[in-house]
């Protein structure tokens, strides 16, 4: 799809930059309510929502008119520049600074399809390096399962992508637009969570447990299963960090675009519903999964001689893969009444307690897997890929609030243990209840990462990349740890960290070049020149034969949650 341009503020050269730390955010605009207007035929989409709706408003426009930035249009990588604005500054002492890139086709979301979902998948990872999180516009009704396909496609994904709407237009009098964008945009700007999420009324859902449970209120998702991973009250942000999900695999962010959505179904099971109807839709030419929403904990009607149950089995000998999940909105399907276990026996995929959503467009994810199979769709369905069901229930520790001085006193102990390459004593550290210091920045804004990014242990910097730390956090100069570790000239932590996705961030472009004069190597190895990924992937394959990375939590910049 192609877009169009938005046009004012101008860019004001005579006026300096903030020299208020920024983050920079990509806002796609898909279509949905939020940016329709009135028309004869009642709301329709409208393009032009950066000038008609944020610029004239002083929370999404500082009127500092800051410089334009350059967005990746197309495939074939050509980059248009694009008038950005930025906000006020936070509580937190940062500004956001954003652009909105409109779709050619605005949709009213009920239209969308996996090609709308490829399109904003595609249009994230052209632009992943230029940006530090991603806010996306989309309609409600299909909100849930946009997020939810997203979440598959986008594989291990180290910055925040965070889908919104509204239930009324922006230019309405009354709407919940503002809000949510607004919302939106300091949570992206601010808070380092790696996963696709929904925020909605002053709270973010993972973007695969939530679910739309209302037509007309304000609070028109929920996440039934799962807690919030953050909520927004009047005075801060609080994000539950120890629920936040993180890629521990050392991997470069990637997408899988071409979801299986044709040979896919949903059934719901009712009383009296006769197996033959079952079986009409088992017998649906190309089919190849099927999602059975049951009773309760995963009860379906045994049906005379047991019908039913006969014609799944018959299905899942043919190869189709079928998910039990519940039509009850919380609870998880789980096979302790005989129906439920008649179905197992059959070869029924417990779903345990995802949502339809989920589960759909999971199905289609793992169906268009290269060298999927049935059999490793059905195990990987009750598998959580992206925190999206509840394999076992375990209790989850959470630090208590305002335990600053605790908190300081054991990342002091962390850095020192992590200065001296001290392995064992950081897992000590880190064991159990201290998984949060991954998140934590010392009074100069350098996460664990950081220190270990200089580290004499190059196995330290491993070790947090595996327990999910952030490759893209940066420090209250702005620096990422690839950044540290090349002035450091540290070429086999740079290339550990480029391995794992990390890259310079724009702001630390210039600087680079200039010290890339004077060690061309290690800065080459960072990112600066020619370098290309691919080189530097074939180069630390060389060394690295197996790894994992996480791109992590925390916090963006200095900010704390
Ligand atoms: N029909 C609209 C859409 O999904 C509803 C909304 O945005 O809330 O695009």
Redo the contacts with the bound molecule.
Sequence with gaps: MAVTATTIPEYDDQQPESSIPESQVLIIMT????CMQRSPSGFIPARGFQESCLARVPTFNDGSHPRPVDVVINEAGDRKSYQSLRTPPSSYGRQVRYTVFEFEELL???SIDAKGWAEIARTIYRNYTLFDAFVVLH????LAYTCSALSFMLQNLGKPVILT???APMLELQNDAADNLLGSLVVAGHFMIPEVCLYFNYKLFRGNRATKVAASDFAAFDSPNAPPLAITNSMRTHVAWDLVNRPTNIEHFSIQTNLDTTHVACLRIFPGIKPEMLEAVLKLEGLKGLVLETFGAGNAPGGQDNAMTKVLADAIKRGIVIVNITQCLTGSVSPVYAPGMSLTKAGVVAGLDMTTEAALTKLSYLLALPDATPESVAKNMSISLRGELTETSHPVFRHPEGGLPERAKILTALGYAIAQGDLERVKDILRGEHEWLLNEADYSGNTPLHLAATSPSISILRYFLLQGASVHIRNRAGRTPLFLAASAGLSDHVLLLRKSGAHLHSDEQAVAELYAKQRPGVWGLAGVGSKAIKDVEEEGGKRYSNGSVGNGNGVVGSASS
């Design positions: 279509g949905g309510t939020i009213d979301s009920s309609g409600t009704d299909s709407g509204s239930q």
